[in-house]
C-alpha cells in the first residue's frame, strides 16, 4: 500500500502563494507519475500538474505561468508551488500517484486551499 500525505495549504488573498507537499511512503523513483488534482464544491475534479520520473511536466491552461510542480526525491515529495493565486483556484487539492505495475491510482486525503478578496 502507498500512502500519501498533503500538507501546506490555507486561507491566502488574492495575489498571494502557497506552497502544497505531498509525502509519499515509499520510494517515488518508484512512481512514474505523480500529479495534483483539485475540485471545488459543486465540480469534477480536475487535473492541475503532473510530472513524471524523468521529470517532465504538464499543467492546465488555467494555472500555466503561476505554478509549479517539482519533485525532491530525497524527501519523497511533491511540491506544487502556487503564485499569483485567484478566487477560481480556491479547492481542495489532492495529491496522486501512479505507476504501471501498479493495479490502482493512489490518492491523498486532500488539503484546503482559500483564495479570498
Known amino acids: 500500500q502507498v500512502q500519501l500525505v498533503e500538507s501546506g495549504g490555507g486561507l491566502v488573498q488574492v495575489g498571494g502563494s502557497l506552497r502544497l507537499s505531498c509525502a509519499a511512503s515509499?520510494?517515488?523513483?518508484?512512481?512514474?507519475?505523480m500529479g495534483w488534482y483539485r475540485q471545488a464544491p459543486g465540480k469534477q475534479r480536475e487535473l492541475v500538474a503532473t510530472i513524471t520520473s524523468g521529470g517532465s511536466r504538464n499543467y492546465v491552461d488555467s494555472v500555466k505561468g503561476r505554478f509549479t510542480i517539482s519533485r525532491e526525491n530525497a524527501k519523497n515529495t511533491v511540491y506544487l508551488q502556487m503564485n499569483s493565486l485567484k478566487p477560481e483556484d480556491t479547492a481542495v487539492y489532492y495529491c496522486?500517484?501512479?505507476?504501471?505495475?501498479?493495479?490502482?491510482?493512489?490518492w491523498g486525503q486532500g488539503t484546503q486551499v482559500t483564495v479570498s478578496s
Open positions: 515509499v520510494s517515488i523513483f518508484s512512481i512514474n507519475v
Open positions: 496522486n500517484a501512479r505507476a504501471t505495475r501498479w493495479d490502482r491510482d493512489y
